[in-house]
């Protein structure tokens, strides 16, 4: 199994600035994913970490919004930009080896 | 395009009890299946995982589900429920076969009564 340590855990933001969160996995993944899971729904895919390259941006998800970096395999960031109260999420990241996907624990952002 | 639809957002049993959470997908092409479990305040734990081997697919703690085509459903079970089996449940299937793309269900919660 794979352990994936993500930061911060939680944090409260004034709507207008970014907050950036932060996966590192413990060994190499082949691929990396950042999901929303807002308040009382599901998870939704957010975008795919490419290693080296531009993230790949589900429908009514953005570059601009959520910038994603992936210098290697086995980091990620994430940055919620411009927030606003809609924002107010989890953010999870989860990586993929071996044809299993293992997840952080997930950030718990409030907009105010 | 895929989608899974899970019924009751809430389930409720008494320890000791049968634990069974439902879950229906729908797949243009044959699918990876998966259920997860978040406990409080963590992150989501792989129970168990359907990839076009047995459809009776068995997991951590006793969890099993099975893979019904026909019906086009992976209910999860649990033969007698624990106290720390209170958790959250997402049953999930892949994009593509790709095993890491994955489409959630809205989730359910299970709540164990002493």
């Known amino acids: 199994s794979a352990v994936i340590s993500q930061k911060p855990s939680r944090d409260i933001c004034q709507r207008g600035t970014s907050l950036t969160i932060q996966c590192q996995v413990d060994s190499q993944v082949t691929m990396m994913f950042w999901y929303r899971q807002q308040p009382g729904q599901s998870l939704t895919l957010i975008a795919t970490a490419n290693q080296g390259s531009e993230a790949t941006y589900e429908s009514g998800f953005v570059i601009d919004k959520f910038p994603i970096s992936r210098p290697n395999l086995t980091f990620s960031t994430l940055t919620v930009s411009n927030m606003s109260p809609e924002d107010s999420s989890i953010y999870l990241c989860?990586?993929?080896?071996?044809?299993?996907?293992?997840f952080g624990q997930g950030t718990r952002l409030t907009v105010v | 395009a895929q989608s899974v639809t899970q019924l009751g957002s809430h389930v409720s049993v008494s320890e000791g009890a049968l634990v069974l959470l439902r879950c229906n997908y729908s797949s243009s092409v044959p699918p990876y299946l998966f259920w997860y479990v978040q406990y409080p305040n963590q992150g989501l734990q792989l129970l168990l995982k359907?990839?076009?081997?047995?459809?009776l697919v068995k997991g951590i703690n006793d969890f099993e589900a099975e893979f019904k085509k026909s019906e086009t459903s992976f209910h999860l079970t649990k033969p007698s429920a624990h106290m720390s089996d209170a958790a959250e449940y997402f049953c999930?299937?892949?994009?593509?076969?790709?095993?890491?793309?994955?489409?959630f269900g809205k989730g359910t919660k299970l709540s164990v009564k002493p």
């Open positions: 989860s990586g993929l080896r071996n044809t299993e996907a293992f």
């Open positions: 359907y990839t076009s081997a047995a459809t």
């Open positions: 999930a299937v892949s994009v593509g076969g790709s095993q890491g793309n994955l489409i």
